[in-house]
């Protein structure tokens, strides 16, 4: 899967993809899992049948440690048969009028899984459109706070992450996040097309 629209900030590379995000070869694929961790459809229902039976395995584990995941927050599991070592399962908002924290929430969805890669000091990462699908959030609204959480993260990390991969399933949904990347890039410096 070719990536058609790249941003360079500083050492790192913010990409743009369009297709199934369990055939992207990265160190962490991020999950838009829900807070019990119970597995579900959409790209979690994918990344489950991907990566096999032990990705429920662990999160069953974790789940009768901690219980559940709180919205905004995410866990780790390994990747089963998924082409990456770590599985980040975060548990993005539901969207309900934009009025309860949702934005921040959200954005906290992908500054914890930036957070979690550093501390592994992986090297690449790739997010879904989290909360877009069943949890309904506005997906103009959705994919600028993805950008912009993501290319702010990177220019104030200078550490092990080299390629963020932000992965839409869909044409209509790489368009919208073509066009904030897009604007995104209007105002970066040393910004690249490939
Ligand atoms: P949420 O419950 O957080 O809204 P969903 O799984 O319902 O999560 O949807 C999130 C996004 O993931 C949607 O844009 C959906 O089209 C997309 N999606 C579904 N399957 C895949 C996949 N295999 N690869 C990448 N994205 C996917």
């Known amino acids: 899967m070719s990536s058609d629209i790249v941003i360079q900030l500083g050492h790192s ?16 694929i ?3 899992a829900n807070s019990q961790l119970a597995g579900g459809g959409g790209v979690d229902g994918a990344i489950h049948r991907a990566g096999g039976p032990e990705l429920m395995a662990e999160l069953d584990v974790i789940r009768s440690q901690i219980g559940r995941c709180d919205t905004g927050k995410a866990v780790v599991t390994g990747a089963g048969k998924l082409p ?5 399962h975060a548990v993005g908002p539901v969207y309900r009028d934009g009025k309860h924290r949702e934005p921040e929430l959200l954005a906290s969805c992908y500054r914890t899984c930036l957070d979690l890669a550093a501390e592994r000091d992986l090297k690449s990462i790739s997010f879904p459109s989290i909360s877009t699908g069943v949890y309904a959030y506005p997906l103009d609204d959705a994919a600028e706070i993805a950008v912009k959480t993501v290319a702010a993260w990177l220019v ?9 991969k932000l992965v839409q399933f869909s044409d209509f949904d790489h368009e919208v996040y073509r066009k904030h990347a897009s604007a995104l890039r209007g105002h970066m410096a040393g910004g ?3």
Not at 13 to 26: H, P, S, W, Y
Not at 156 to 164: A, E, F, I, K, Q
């Open 30 to 32: 991020v999950n838009a």
């Open 84 to 88: 990456a070592k770590y599985v980040f």
């Open 156 to 164: 104030d990390h200078r550490g092990s992450l080299r390629t963020v």
């Open 192 to 194: 690249s097309s490939a």
């Open 13 to 28: 590379q913010l990409q743009l993809l369009k297709g199934d995000i369990t055939t992207v070869a990265v160190d962490a």
